[in-house]
């Protein structure tokens, strides 16, 4: 049978599966899995259709970028070795930065490709390694097509106000704007919300994708409307390693002030700050949730602070707040930190169920909450893979 292979390269993980297509996509993938830990001991786990559970380290050393191809040589290994006999027809990418430009998935060429390189200053963490997965796929099957399905995408229904920096003209024009990001879980859980909050997700909807890296959207008429991340994926919320929305009158003090220039300013912001920063523990919720270090406790109610703010401003530019969805990592496993931003967010009529968020259920809100609030896993991998077979006519 014909199968995608979609891959998926995050901030420190890998992510790839192999969706079988007969017509439309299968609903689960024949095999899939992680790389997880890359920069630090990554390490590889491998799901295959019959439900056999590979996990095994990745031998990697050097920069990011050398253990993120590592990565990428050790997954198209076990993949030839756990192939359950599918035919690999084409190959689908989450590509962060998608620019102006890409509203909708593509099919890469080399001219594409080139001009995607344009975006690596904006999403450092992320664009060079989606590139590097394009390329290492061209390499290795030469002969099947790719597609781009872009982070920024989603947004670009976002109106111009929602966009807008107040900077001058010239610099709007020259695309310094905001784009959003995480588009492809917000696409993916929009399309799932009407059957699990029925009409209200035609409505006025904040999401919330509480994963490594995290932001906020909000969406009428399931179509997104404003959100947390802008020009770059730094802005927003607080992350894990990342500062989110900060005073730029602070970068200014440390380049005058401090002599910190572009390099040291980005490796604070995008790698030392965040929930690791705060803590000075770890940028994993699940270890500061576990730790009863002060510090790891500060860090866990700035994180949900920081959310709670940024709902009660979403919530104004959807117009009101008919529901609240909880997705990520964070957003669908962690019932410590939806307990703490729904509490926070009780004066919106936000009131949830303290068993049912436990439980991790589908619907956490009370009978009697005025807002509807509800955990629904992400599913990117699949997003793309229905795109690229889209894109594609497979
Ligand atoms: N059971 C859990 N409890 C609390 N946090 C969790 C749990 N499982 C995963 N997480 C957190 O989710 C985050 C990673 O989210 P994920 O969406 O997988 O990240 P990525 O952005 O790399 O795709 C980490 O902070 C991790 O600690
Ligand atoms: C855009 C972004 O922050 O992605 P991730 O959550 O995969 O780091
Ligand atoms: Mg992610």
């Not at 979609?6 to 095999?31: D, I, M, R, T």
């Not at 380049?255 to 965040?274: I, P």
Request: aromatic share 6%; proline share 4%; hydrophobic share 45%.
């Amino acid at each position: 049978m014909k199968a995608v292979l979609v891959l998926n390269a995050g901030s420190s993980s890998l992510k790839f599966a192999l969706y079988p297509v007969n017509g439309e996509v299968a609903l689960a993938p024949a095999v899939s899995g992680q790389v997880e830990g890359i920069g630090a001991t990554p390490e590889v786990t491998l799901k295959t259709a019959a439900g056999e559970r590979i996990q095994e380290p990745v031998a990697t050393a050097g920069s990011q970028g050398e253990q993120h191809r590592d990565a990428l040589e050790h997954v198209f290994g076990l993949l030839n070795r756990h192939n359950p006999a599918l035919d690999i027809v084409a190959a689908g990418h989450r590509i962060v930065h998608g620019g102006e430009r890409y509203s909708a998935p593509v099919v890469l060429d080399a001219r594409l490709l080139e001009e995607l390189e344009d975006f690596v200053p904006l999403a450092p963490l992320h664009q060079p390694h989606n590139l590097r997965a394009v390329h290492a796929v061209a390499a290795l099957l030469p002969s099947i097509p790719q597609v781009g399905c872009f982070d920024t995408a989603f947004h670009r229904t976002q109106p111009a106000l929602a966009q807008a920096f107040a900077l001058p003209r010239r610099l709007t024009k020259g695309g310094i704007k905001r784009y959003g990001f995480h588009g492809l879980s917000y696409d993916y859980v929009a399309r799932q919300l009407p059957e699990v909050i029925g009409e209200r997700a035609q409505g006025a909807v904040v999401i919330a994708h509480l994963g490594n890296g995290a932001s906020m959207c909000a969406l009428r008429d399931g179509k997104s409307v404003a959100s947390t991340m802008g020009f770059t994926a730094v802005e927003g919320l607080m992350m894990g390693t990342r500062s989110g929305s900060i005073d730029p009158g602070v970068l200014l003090y440390l380049m005058e002030e401090k002599g910190m220039d572009a390099r040291a300013l980005t490796r604070l912001l995008y790698k030392e700050s965040g929930l690791l920063g705060v803590s000075g523990i770890s940028q994993d919720m699940r270890t500061l949730l576990a730790s009863e270090a002060p510090e790891a406790q500060e860090a866990v109610d700035l994180f949900c602070y920081r959310i709670a703010r940024e709902l009660g401003s979403l919530a104004a530019a959807a117009g009101g707040l008919d529901a609240l969805v909880f997705t990520g990592g964070i957003g669908e496993h962690a019932a410590a930190v939806r307990e703490k931003v729904c509490a926070m967010a009780a004066w919106m009529g936000v009131e949830i169920d303290s068993a049912a968020n436990t439980d991790h259920a589908r619907r956490i809100d009370t009978a009697t909450s005025r807002v509807a609030v509800a955990v629904v896993p992400t599913n990117e991998e699949r997003m793309i893979a229905r795109y690229t077979a889209q894109a594609l006519g497979l």
